[in-house]
């Protein structure tokens, strides 16, 4: 079956720097995808990899390694705004996307 | 205005009733999409629509239908609704399937199942 996993909650401190993972297996791959989601809200586009190496946007990065089935999402210098579910989701061989539960991400003074 | 528009927002039903959500949109896409959001799952492919003339089930399609009324309108129903689709829905668009398509999420429609 297809699956992906990623942690269910993470917590950081305002400032700081947070990696949140997304590991996948799916049928075929044509694409991984980071969405925000603020709670009570709709998702919304962070980041799109379809070759591997770090794609980096201003203060929030993605990377995959195909080979080894992972990506991350990298957020620097947090803001309380971040707080948030971040939802990892892969584009399958049918162009079907797949996506995990979401990692709801808490951020602290 | 928000470019993908789902009514109502929150709905509350009862058992056996038949329910009807709503979407628009105004960004040109031929993509529709409806999902289901539950807490703790993924969001879940309920059905979606290529043009006006192509409907395809999703994973999750049983219980659902849905009527693509032109380009920019897409709307899911449930025949005889039950509790366990009391779920958060979302209608969603893209400019392609391929390459990067990404998706572009109405607001969100909150349907409560007694």
């Known amino acids: 079956g297809q699956n992906i996993d990623q942690p269910t909650e993470m917590t950081a401190t305002e400032g700081a720097i947070v990696q949140i993972n997304c590991t996948y297996q799916?049928?075929?791959?044509?694409?991984l995808f980071w969405y925000q989601q603020h709670a009570g809200e709709a998702p919304t586009f962070l980041s799109y990899n379809v070759l591997d190496g770090l794609e980096e946007k201003g203060r929030f990065s993605s990377f995959l390694s195909r080979s080894k089935g992972y990506s991350y999402l990298l957020l620097k210098e947090l803001q309380m705004k971040d707080s948030a579910s971040y939802l990892c989701a892969v584009m399958d061989s049918n162009y079907q996307l797949i996506w995990g539960a979401g990692t709801k991400l808490i951020i602290k003074p | 205005d928000a470019d993908v528009t789902q009514t109502p927002r929150n709905r509350i039903t009862k058992t056996g009733k038949r329910i009807m959500l709503e979407c628009s949109q105004t960004?040109?896409?031929?993509?529709m999409y409806w999902y289901r959001q539950d807490p703790g799952l993924g969001l879940r492919l309920i059905y979606y629509s290529f043009d006006v003339k192509d409907i395809n089930k999703g994973e999750i399609s049983d219980g659902y239908s849905v009527s693509r009324q032109a380009q920019a309108k897409f709307s899911l129903s449930l025949e005889s609704a039950i509790p366990n689709q009391t779920a958060l829905y979302f209608c969603?668009?893209?400019?392609?399937?391929?390459?990067?398509?990404?998706?572009?999420f109405g607001e969100g429609s909150r349907l409560t199942v007694l």
């Open positions: 960004k040109g896409h031929d993509r």
């Open positions: 969603a668009t893209s400019d392609r399937g391929g390459d990067t398509g990404e998706l572009f």
């Open positions: 799916t049928s075929g791959f044509n694409g």
